[in-house]
């Protein structure tokens, strides 16, 4: 199947600072990508849709300013969270479809996922 | 926007027995519904899924069935083994008429337990 790569897969930052993650489709085009989060025992929470050369789509309650998105490719969408809080510690997770096959309906492959520690 | 319900939130099961989560949505609109597991720190993988026009669908030790007048669908894992042990997480998509991303909307999980 499709290769989704999430990088990085752990980061410890310290409160202020801004931590970049990167969603990478490998052998597909995504022109649509997909931001969670996820608390422990928790389920996955979309936060954004990323859309390739525009601007990305947040779902209610997700601050734009402080998780900023950028889809500058076909290929690589990134999550900046900005000034980086304890409560912003989670799991972020991406996905993405390729719509490049026949079927419309296609599954979602997910990265790796991103442990962030803000301390 | 849609409403993805699971349950039960914990399962556990003896080696051997059968497993089986359910899901409810809210959107008739919704026509794929995808079932992942998820290991501890692990990414969720695609275990199964099926499409609005099927009733049931079977991979083996696992199937998912589709109610679509009730807006219910279940997943079946037979002769469950320790390896099964994860949480499972059902999700459901909007059709492409809907006019959105028509990203995922996931369930809470379940996290079950098969004990040796």
Redesign the interface.
């Known amino acids: 199947g499709a290769v989704v790569s999430q990088h990085p897969s752990r980061v410890i930052c310290k409160s202020g600072t801004s931590v970049k993650i990167e969603c990478r489709s490998l052998d597909f085009q995504a022109t ?1 990508m ?1 931001w969670y989060r996820q608390f422990p ?6 936060m954004a ?1 990323s ?1 390739e050369g525009s601007k990305a ?1 947040y779902e209610q309650g997700v601050e734009k300013d402080k998780f900023l998105i950028n889809h500058a490719s076909l290929t690589l969408s990134t999550l900046t969270v900005t000034s980086a809080h304890p409560e912003d510690s989670s ?1 972020y ?1 991406c ?1 993405a479809r390729d719509f490049s096959g026949a079927a ?2 296609t ?2 492959f ?4 991103t ?1 962030l520690t803000v301390v | 926007g849609e409403n993805v319900e699971q349950h039960p939130s914990t399962l556990s099961v003896q080696e051997g027995d059968s497993a089986v989560i359910k899901c409810t949505y809210s959107d008739s609109a919704s026509n794929y519904f995808p079932w992942y597991k998820q290991e501890l720190g692990k990414r969720p993988q695609l275990i199964i899924d099926i499409r609005s026009n099927v009733g049931e669908k079977k991979d083996q030790r696992i199937a998912v069935t589709l109610n679509k007048t009730a807006k219910h669908f279940s997943l079946h894992i037979t002769e469950t083994q320790p390896e099964d042990s994860a949480v499972y997480f059902c999700a459901a998509r909007l059709g492409i008429s809907s006019g959105s991303a028509r990203q995922l909307t996931f369930g809470s999980g379940t996290q079950l337990t098969v004990l040796p």
Do not use: D, V
């Open positions: 649509t997909f025992k928790k389920s996955l929470m979309l849709t859309n789509t799991f997770i996905s419309m309906n599954e979602a997910f990265g790796q996922g442990r």
